[in-house]
């Protein structure tokens, strides 16, 4: 299986702050391939970013998305309040589809 | 509006048997494929099993290959997953999603239900 290895696992952060999120596949893995998902306590999982780097619509575009070598990066510019979150990676290319460990933004 | 409804949650004892149904809105149902992904109480997403848009591919993951079954009705807009010899791992909120594409990988889940929770105790 792939495993995805988001980091960190939790961080806090300010309103206005810059937040960079990396996930690193165990197999090498197309970027056409590698999403990102925001969710939010007692709510649905929310895509915000697919193909490493394509933003879905009505997405706000203080997020971003990368790919640099083995690493993806989920990128989110200027913090909002909505924005503290849990944020997933996930890999579709391979059966099984797998998904990172989340990572928590939480309030400092 | 696309929508996903999830049913059929609910308090089950350890060995019995569940069974989740998805009915889709908003869109061509039969175009698209299907999957289950759960959340266990503090811990991360985690894809349970996917369906194609005719059924002719179907995945699971190793936790409930031999246990779960999924299956779908695209004359009544419906996704199902059948849940047998329940353990106390598989408490969870159980998600609904729509692939982007027809088959089972390659693209990204959009939108998701609600979700429902199926809690395994004794």
């Known amino acids: 299986d792939i495993q995805m290895t988001q980091s960190p696992s939790s961080l806090s952060a300010s309103v206005g702050d810059r937040v960079t999120i990396t996930c690193r596949a165990s197999?090498?893995?197309?970027?056409?391939?590698l999403n990102w998902y925001q969710q939010k306590p007692g709510i649905a999982p929310k895509i915000l970013i697919y193909?490493?780097?394509t933003l879905q619509g009505g997405v706000p575009a203080r997020f971003s998305g990368s790919e640099s070598g083995p690493d993806f990066t989920l990128t989110i510019n200027n913090l909002q309040p909505e924005d503290f979150a849990t944020y997933y990676c996930?890999?579709?290319?391979?059966?099984?589809?797998?998904f990172g460990g989340g990572t928590k933004v939480e309030i400092k | 509006e696309v929508q996903l409804v999830e049913s059929g949650g609910g308090l089950v004892q350890p060995g019995r048997s569940l069974r989740l149904s998805c009915v889709a809105s908003?869109?061509?149902?039969?175009?698209?494929?299907m999957h289950w992904v759960r959340r266990a109480p503090g811990k991360a997403l985690e894809w349970v099993s996917g369906?194609?848009?005719?059924?002719?591919?179907?995945d699971y993951a190793d936790s409930v290959k031999g246990r779960f079954t999924i299956s779908r009705d695209n004359t009544k807009n419906s996704l199902y997953l059948q849940i047998n010899s329940l353990r106390i791992e598989d408490t969870a909120f159980y998600y609904c999603?729509?692939?982007?594409?027809?088959?089972?990988?390659?693209?990204?889940?959009?939108?998701w239900g609600q979700g429902t929770l199926v809690t395994v105790s004794s």
């Open positions: 999603t729509k692939d982007t594409g027809p088959s089972t990988t390659n693209f990204w889940f959009d939108p």
């Open positions: 369906i194609s848009w005719n059924s002719g591919v179907i």
């Open positions: 193909a490493a780097s």
């Open positions: 908003g869109f061509t149902f039969a175009d698209y494929g």
């Open positions: 197999q090498t893995i197309s970027g056409s391939y």
């Open positions: 996930q890999q579709t290319y391979y059966i099984p589809i797998t």
